[in-house]
């Protein structure tokens, strides 16, 4: 079974700019959960979604939103860049049915803002 | 502000021995906890998952689990220098449908 995928897997914008990112999950998986790395603030939780509906957010401002297609596919998108963005952007999938699954990552893709 | 706290280390242990992995919670709702490996420059991958208070055993590793004093580890036996990575304990909340992970502990295996 192929694992996640995210695409483009490195991006290099300037401040201002707006992103996308793409993530297709794990055949069967209904639910994407998206996160950022940083290494001063580790792996934080950005929203995850379920069937196309958000069901969870973390604390991020409104730059950052994110939607799922009927085919689980997600994607996130930040708009008005700061440098602070720049980072390690994951999405993980699982099956969706309760928050006890184990979530499956992505190899990520690294945002550099300059 | 549910959390989970890893000591950042790092950790260093020589070839052969047993590594040990501590990660605490603060949220009692707590259900499910996870480890994940990660290499520099790589996604998490899963180690392991433990559910129940007690011990998982899964080849050279063990994760045990205290739901009372709200206690999480990893121990790594027999340890490889291919196991130097980073060690991220994560727990789910159930029905927030969300990961919280600790900022993790950097492994150092030494031949």
């Known amino acids: 079974k192929a694992g996640v995928t995210q695409t483009p897997r490195y991006l290099i914008k300037t401040r201002g700019q707006q992103v996308t990112l793409s993530c297709s999950p794990i055949s069967g998986h209904r639910s994407v959960s998206w996160y950022q790395q940083t290494p001063g603030q580790g792996l934080q939780f950005l929203f995850e979604?379920?069937?196309?509906?958000?069901?969870n957010k973390g604390n991020f401002p409104g730059r950052f939103s994110g939607r799922q297609f009927s085919n689980s596919r997600s994607e996130m998108n930040v708009s008005t860049l700061e440098l602070g963005d720049s980072a390690l952007y994951l999405c993980a999938s699982s099956l969706g049915r309760s928050g006890q699954e184990t979530q499956y990552f992505g190899p990520g893709t690294r945002l550099l803002v300059l | 502000q549910k959390e989970v706290e890893q000591n950042s280390g790092p950790l260093s242990v020589p070839e052969g021995a047993i590594a040990s992995l501590n990660c605490t919670y603060s949220d009692r709702g707590s259900q499910s906890f996870f480890w994940y490996r990660q290499y520099s420059g790589k996604s998490p991958e899963l180690i392991m998952f433990?559910?129940?208070?007690g011990d998982k055993e899964d080849g050279r590793f063990t994760a045990q689990l205290n739901k009372a004093s709200q206690y999480v580890s990893l121990l790594i036996r027999d340890s490889q220098p291919s196991d130097s990575a980073t060690y991220l304990c994560a727990a789910s909340g159930g029905s927030n449908y969300k990961l919280t992970f600790g900022k993790g502990t950097l492994l150092t295996v030494n031949p």
């Open positions: 979604y379920f069937s196309e509906t958000q069901r």
């Open positions: 433990i559910y129940s208070n």
